[in-house]
């Protein structure tokens, strides 16, 4: 009687056995089946409409630096302001043709390597007793591929516009950019800002081709 009653019962033993088997592989395949779907992509920016034809930048490059713009101005069209091919090379010039805007402004230029780069200010390039601006201003430069330099939050240094000179981005004496009164003559230089590179090839630099574009 005794081996019968443990030969009875190991029988409900297996039985559960083999039940929390099955029951393990209907919730493995529950789970698989419950696993979310992958989110979708974000879609593109709207390709920006130029009121004028680039001296300096082409479709891709003009692509490219749409990626990196906020969002806000995504969809608006470029107004090409200033240009020194049309205005020539003068900051006061410059100063004048933005009088009216408000809006984001792209500055970029081209140097006597042929470099290409510039800036992205989140209000207009304008006269200023001290920096102004906000942390969607950045540096860039395609060199060939681009490169974008966001503000890194260590200082507020964005735009500062004297008569006699332009300058974006400081720390320790630097500026990251910064353009002379007749917009001929440049410099660029790592600044706490940015913490950007040399947007140059060259920390001095000549201007060859210069354009200021308002997003708004």
Known sequence: MRGLRWRYTRLPSQVQDALSGEEGEEEE????????????????????????????????????????????????PWSLVFCTSRDGFSLRRLYRQMEGHSGPALLVLRDQDGQTFGAFSSSAIRLSKGFYGTGET????????????????????????DLDSLMMGSGSGQFGLWLDGDLYHGGSYPCATFNNEVLARQEQFCIKELEAWVLS
């Open 138 to 161: 950045f540096l860039f430069s395609f060199s060939p591929q681009l490169k974008v330099f966001k503000w890194t939050g260590s200082n507020s240094f964005f735009v500062k516009g």
């Open 29 to 76: 395949e529950e789970e698989e089946e419950a696993a979310p779907a992958p989110a979708p992509a974000a879609e593109d920016p709207l390709e920006p409409q130029l009121t004028a034809a680039s001296q300096v930048l082409g479709a891709s490059e003009i692509r490219q630096l749409s990626f990196h713009l906020p969002p806000r101005v995504s969809g608006h």
